[in-house]
């Protein structure tokens, strides 16, 4: 099965203990889905970890490094898609799903709510909770 998995569930498993947590968890011990990810994904991630003067209060600036030299390591990245309308309310979220559907994803899991709330859901959006339960 293959997955996108959208920045605010990385960041939320870097912060805390929840279902986003496990998800990775599971990604980083080998889980039994593909992860599809490209350079956009992990470049709004570093720029979350490192830049936003809040999140020091969950997560050092030095283990968000780590976190992000892991997940580095781990993945292949694909090719940024290109932009195309989809119909969402936020277009930021737009290239998740060419990318989902590019690569044949069967889910982009997320906890954003336009990407939740969108009426098309090709392929669905769901909560890192919901996923878990479909592993």
């Avoid at 992000?68 to 090719?79: A, C, G």
Wanted: include cysteine; hydrophobic fraction near 45%.
């Amino acid at each position: 099965m293959k997955v996108v998995i959208d920045t605010n569930v990385w960041v939320s498993a870097a912060i805390r203990q929840a279902p986003s947590h496990e998800l990775i968890q599971r990604w980083m011990a080998g889980a039994e889905f593909e992860l599809i990810m490209c350079r956009e994904i992990l470049d709004e991630l570093t720029e979350a970890l490192t830049t936003r003067v809040r999140l020091r209060r969950w997560i050092s600036l030095e283990l968000a490094n780590s976190y992000l030299d892991m997940i580095s390591t781990l993945v292949d990245l694909v090719t940024d898609p290109p932009r195309e309308e989809h119909g969402i309310r936020d277009d930021d979220d737009s290239y998740l799903v060419t990318l989902a559907r590019t690569h044949g994803c069967e889910y982009i899991v997320t906890g954003d709510k336009h990407l939740l709330e969108w009426t098309v859901q090709v392929p669905p959006c769901i909560m890192p909770a919901d996923f878990l339960q479909k592993l």
